[in-house]
């Protein structure tokens, strides 16, 4: 579901005035781009329904996917990650999951995440809950998510981190063989094989992914940097 619309208007010769259009406010989201520090020239107006932001360019990655390179897929990971932690700390909120078609791109090394629909917030019991049937079309499905037998129901908060294992591990699948399939996400033997025949393969990112992708969520980990 996308619950946002994207618009740029020129102001000189490659720059821009960016705007991003929500279609309720969206406080959290909005904040989690602005005051984390990935967006800091922006403004948000209109109770939160629109942030306004100066770039020389903007576009969704799945407008960009084969271009991408490994050092713009560090820097997805450095700069979701500050989103994240943000939303973890300040707001104590998480996104139940990810999907790389709300994956903005501004000045070709800004990435931010904008689907605030699939925010949730945290309670004591670091848990989520879960009031309407998910749907595998709308984001990217930790193991425990298909496991739903009744709703609502709660979860595990680090079904986020398995989910944005997947999109990274995803993307370096698209970079490296050009295939861009589905990863089934509930397959253990298919993602560790997938792990071990990439080039990532005994690097950091390789063992920042494992974290992730640990089968029981409170195993999870992502290390903010």
């Not at 009744?150 to 993307?171: A, D, Q, T, V």
Request: aromatic share 12%.
């Amino acid at each position: 579901m996308i619950n946002y619309k994207l618009s740029k208007q020129e102001i000189r010769k490659n720059y821009y005035n960016g705007n991003i259009e929500f279609n309720k406010p969206q406080n959290i989201l909005i904040n989690s781009l602005i005051k984390s520090g990935l967006l800091n020239n922006a403004i948000a107006e209109d109770n939160y329904k629109n942030i306004y932001f100066k770039c020389s360019s903007m576009c969704l990655l799945q407008d960009i996917f084969e271009k991408l390179k490994p050092i713009n897929i560090y820097k997805m990971i450095y700069d979701i990650s500050s989103q994240m932690r943000y939303l973890l700390e300040e707001e104590h909120s998480v996104f139940i999951g990810f999907n790389p078609r709300h994956i903005l791109v501004v000045n070709d090394n800004i990435y931010l995440y904008i689907n605030g629909e699939h925010l949730e917030k945290i309670d004591e019991q670091e848990n989520i809950e879960i009031r309407y049937p998910p749907n595998s079309q709308d984001y990217i499905f930790a193991p425990e998510l298909y496991e739903i037998t009744e709703l609502p129901c709660k979860i595990n908060y680090k079904c986020s981190y398995y989910s944005i294992g997947i999109l990274y591990l995803y993307m370096f699948k698209i970079m490296e063989t050009k295939k861009t399939q589905i990863i089934d996400t509930n397959d253990v033997e298919e993602i560790n094989q997938l792990l071990k025949a990439l080039s990532i393969s005994n690097t950091k990112i390789f063992y920042f992914l494992q974290r992730c992708l640990q089968k029981n969520p409170v195993k999870r980990q992502i290390i903010f940097i």
